[in-house]
Structure formats: structure tokens, C-alpha cells
């Protein structure tokens, strides 16, 4: 067992982290969890608790399933990861009906569709059953930090230019009292409530990401 | 011995024992979280309904604040037939038992759920387009009920009606208070399920919500129900009109269309009140904004009972 006296943040492991952030991230670059990428960013707060969601199912669930690496019988491998994902899941949403009552309402089914959220099952099955608990850990935070990323700059844009706000507070002014930047004829554009519009600023992150990463691009 | 973990055995054990480990981990923090859940789902009724009244104390009241001031306003719960007549009353001194299933109090308005009717109402109206006496008929018999809570705040009463009906997207519903004469809207507060964000579910907006305040239920001269009017947004409105919001045409049709349905229902219990409230005339009455609302509320009825 000469791998245990490797340090707990080791260059190998730090990569792990720093991956999925950039140059692996799963929204990005492998294009995985769109569904709710697009549909939960309206808002800030709504955008950092599915991230929350996400990163705590996917540490969890990395770490359960590698723990139990060696004792999963291979054949029913795929249902022991969606009991694991789903009790995660269910728990999640029950304490964000318990605690965060008016968060879990505008969340309403996004919560339980992490379920069927590729970046989870994705990780359990090429990452977590082969390694061992602490880099599943790593790999874990790693790829629920890169899908929070993505889901924050887009919100951010968002919530900035839909509704002139950020997490709540008026920005550009009040629409309604027509004050700050609404008094000389600024409106708030429509577009950016909808989800098409988070399609569009992922399309643009991707832009400046392979922009800013040559080694990005596909060679062909 | 080692186990053989491709075995069918092994993964049989396997799951069986997963399935009970997990199942007795989910019941336990479902059962452990689910009073913090109904509290929170029962005070945020309550908060609906006292944002609804329209008083300024009440405006922008927490949901956790709602759930200790509920009965400082409400003083009446009382559940209405399609008649308009008086099927239940409870008062502020009744406890509200929302919690388990069997602890529900289905004589309690509070219990009532709007949408769940609104559901079975659905079902009569496709059996029975044309509407009709069959139609209320098939109502009635189906125990279709309307809640309405009654509040009173410096000696002035209020009237929350509750009812529900359908946006674009999925369930919509409303809170509309009225003033004692039983046709002046005083507040509203209206919610959805899953309007569009942005367009449909700008009816959770003030701006939106404010507009009903003043209008009336009664046609001015003949006193009987006149509905109220959700129009293409600009324009001029008169006291059965509001503006409607554009981009989102069939959420406003969806408002119209669950108001006139409900509101009919509830005017006919105000249509009772008002008629009944010509009597308190011989009773002495000694504070003199009371004698002023009285003798409006006389005015009015007499006008009702001219007709």
C-alpha cells in the first residue's frame, strides 16, 4: 500500500479539482446536465442552491460508491448507483422543503431531476468505481464545481439583464418606479428569461473557454 | 471461505439488504421532517391569505410571523355550498388541524382544497359544456365547496375568498378579500404552479395584483353580479376591468376565467349579507364611523332591495 503515503493534495489530485473547471468541464466541454444548466438560471440563488444540490449528490454519491467499489456485484451495478443517486436525491429535496421552503418551490421538479443528471451518473460510473474514496472525493467537488460555475456565470447574465437584478437586489433600479437606468427608456429583455437564452451564453462561454484554450479545438 | 460475489446469491442478499437499509433511511427522514414541512406549507396559506385582506399591517408579512398573527385577523373560516349557503363556521377559537391526514378537519375552510375541486370541476364541465341545471346540479351533488375566511381589523370586516383554475402551463389560484359591503375588492394575491417565468408568472406581481383594488363585483345600477373583465393590456379600464399582461394572454384568460367562475359563488352569500343587513337598523349603534359604514352598508342594500 505504497499509494497511501501519496499527500492529500498531490499534483494528481489536484488536477482532479482543477479538470472539471476548465479544460474537462462537464457542461462545456463533455456537454452533460444542459437540462437544468438551462432551466434553474433565471435567478442567482436559485442557480447557487442547484448547485449546492448537485455538488453535495455527487460528493456523496462518489464517495458511497467507492467505498462500496469492491462489494457492488457487477451485474446490478447500475441500479446500486440510481438507489444511491435517488435516496441522495430524495434527501436533498426533503431538507430543502424543510429549510429552504420558498427556494424548493421555484425549484419545484429540478431537484428531483437531478436524478437523471448525466454529470452524476457519468462520475459514478467511470470514476468512483474504479478509485479509491479520497480521489472520488476530489473528483466529486471537482465536477460539481465545474456545473455550479457554468450555472452561476449564467444566471449572472441572466438575472443581470432579464430582470436588472442580482440575487434580488435592483441593480439597474425598479422597473416599476421606473427609476436608475429605467428612467431614461432602458428595458429589461424578455429573452433572458426564457430558456433559450441560457443555450445562447453557453454557447458564448464555450466560444471565449476554446478561444482562451487552443488545445481545445478539435483537430479536424 | 471466500463468497462467490458473481453468484446469484450474493446479488440477491445484496440488494435485498440495500433496498431495506435505504428504505429505513428515507422513511426515517421523511417522518422526522415532514412537521417542519406541513408547518411550512400551512403558514404560507396563512400568509397568503392575510397578504390577500390588503391591510397595510399585514403587507409583506413573513411566513413564519403569518403563522402566530393568522388568528389576531381571521375570525371566521366558514365553507360555502354552490348555493351560497353557510355549510361550516369556525372561529379564531378553533384550532386549525392541518397536520396528518386523519387529524384533518374537513369542516375547516382552511382544509379545503380549492384545487382538488377545481379538478372534479374540470371533469363536470367537459361532461356538461353546455352548463345548465344538470350541470349545477351535478355540483352540488359532488359536495363542491368554496372557503372563505372572515377577518376584522380595527372594526371593519373582510372577506378572503380562495379558488383556483388553470393558467397556460399548469394550476393557478387566487386570494381576492372584499370590503364589508361584499362587492369592493380590497387585495389579492395570486400564485401559479408553473407559469412562465417572466411573462405568465408576473401575476404573482404586485403591479399586476394591485390593479383589482377598488374595482367591483355588482353592476353600479341593477346590484346584481357583474364580473370582472381581464382586458388586452393598454388602454383605459373601467370599475370591471384590469389590465392583462402581454406575452402572456391565456395566464390572464386563466385569472378571468377561474374569478368569474368562483366569485359568482361568492356573491351569492354576499348577496344574502347584504340583503339581511337592512334589520341592524333598530339596534343602537354608539361609535359613529360604525354608524357611517352601517348606513353605507344600508344604502347599498337598500338599493339591492329596491331592485
Known amino acids: 500500500m505504497s499509494e497511501t503515503k501519496e499527500p492529500l493534495f498531490s499534483k494528481k489530485n489536484k488536477k482532479l479539482i482543477s479538470d472539471p473547471l476548465n479544460l474537462n468541464n462537464p457542461v462545456t466541454i463533455q456537454v452533460l446536465g444542459i437540462c437544468s444548466a438551462l432551466a434553474v438560471t433565471v435567478q442567482m440563488d436559485n442557480a447557487i442552491v442547484m448547485s449546492v444540490a448537485v455538488l453535495f449528490v455527487l460528493v456523496m454519491g462518489n464517495l458511497i460508491v467507492s467505498l462500496m467499489r469492491n462489494l457492488i456485484p457487477s451485474k446490478i451495478k447500475i441500479i446500486v448507483q440510481l438507489v444511491i443517486v435517488a435516496a441522495l436525491v430524495i434527501i436533498v429535496d426533503q431538507v430543502l422543503k ?3 421552503y420558498d427556494v424548493s418551490k421555484s425549484l419545484s421538479v429540478f431537484v428531483g431531476l437531478i436524478i437523471t443528471n448525466c454529470i452524476i451518473m457519468g462520475r459514478l460510473e467511470a470514476f468512483a468505481l474504479g478509485n479509491k474514496p479520497w480521489a472520488s472525493i476530489l473528483d466529486g467537488v471537482g465536477n460539481g464545481l465545474g456545473y455550479g460555475l457554468i450555472l452561476v456565470v449564467v444566471a449572472f447574465f441572466k438575472e443581470l439583464f432579464g ?4 440575487l434580488g437586489f435592483e441593480i439597474f433600479g425598479n422597473s416599476v418606479d ?4 429605467y428612467a431614461i427608456g432602458y428595458e429589461d429583455n424578455g429573452l433572458m428569461l426564457l430558456p433559450p437564452s441560457s443555450l445562447i451564453l453557453v454557447a458564448l462561454y464555450i466560444w471565449i473557454q476554446k478561444k482562451r484554450t487552443p488545445s481545445l479545438i478539435d483537430e479536424h | 471461505m471466500s463468497i462467490n460475489k458473481e453468484g446469484n446469491g450474493y446479488t440477491m442478499t445484496f440488494a435485498i439488504v440495500m433496498v431495506v437499509v435505504v428504505g429505513g433511511l428515507l422513511a426515517y427522514i421523511a417522518s422526522t421532517l415532514k ?3 406541513q408547518a411550512n406549507v400551512k403558514n404560507e396559506k396563512m400568509q397568503n391569505i392575510l397578504q390577500a385582506i390588503g391591510l397595510e399591517e399585514t403587507n409583506g408579512v413573513s411566513r413564519d410571523e403569518a403563522g402566530k398573527i393568522f388568528n389576531d385577523y381571521i375570525t371566521e373560516r366558514i365553507i360555502l355550498d354552490y348555493d351560497g349557503n353557510v355549510v361550516s363556521k369556525k372561529t379564531s ?3 386549525i388541524e392541518s397536520a396528518a391526514k386523519s387529524m384533518k378537519d374537513e369542516k375547516d375552510a382552511f382544509n379545503l382544497e380549492v384545487r382538488k375541486y377545481y379538478n ?3 371533469g363536470l364541465m367537459k361532461k356538461y359544456p353546455e352548463g345548465g341545471a344538470e350541470y349545477e346540479a351535478a355540483i352540488k351533488e359532488k359536495g363542491i365547496n368554496y372557503p372563505l375566511f372572515v377577518a376584522e381589523n380595527d372594526g371593519k370586516k373582510y372577506f378572503v375568498t380562495y379558488f383556483s383554475g ?6 393557478i389560484w387566487g386570494y381576492v378579500a372584499f370590503r364589508e359591503d361584499g362587492t369592493t375588492i380590497n387585495g389579492t394575491v395570486f400564485d401559479h404552479k408553473g407559469e412562465t417565468p417572466g411573462l405568465g408568472s408576473k401575476i404573482t406581481e404586485e403591479l399586476f395584483q394591485n390593479q383589482f383594488i377598488g374595482k367591483i363585483i355588482t353592476d ?6 357583474k364580473p370582472i373583465k381581464v382586458e388586452k393590456p393598454g388602454g383605459e379600464y373601467n370599475q370591471h376591468q384590469v389590465a392583462g399582461l402581454s406575452g402572456a394572454t391565456f395566464t390572464a384568460v386563466g385569472v378571468d376565467e377561474m374569478m368569474n367562475r368562483s366569485l359568482e359563488v361568492y356573491n351569492k352569500y354576499f348577496y344574502s349579507l347584504r340583503t339581511a343587513s337592512v334589520q341592524p337598523l333598530e339596534s343602537p349603534v354608539n361609535d359613529t364611523t360604525a354608524v357611517m359604514d352601517s348606513i353605507q352598508v344600508i344604502v347599498d342594500s337598500t338599493m339591492l332591495a329596491i331592485k
Open chain 1, 163 to 166: 430582470s436588472g437584478k442580482l
Open chain 1, 178 to 181: 421606473q427609476t436608475g437606468l
Open chain 2, 166 to 171: 388553470k393558467g397556460l402551463w399548469d394550476d
Open chain 2, 120 to 122: 372534479t370541476l374540470t
Open chain 1, 98 to 100: 424543510a429549510f429552504v
Open chain 2, 35 to 37: 412537521p417542519i414541512q
Open chain 2, 93 to 95: 377559537e378553533d384550532p
Open chain 2, 220 to 225: 353600479e345600477n341593477s346590484g346584481e353580479y
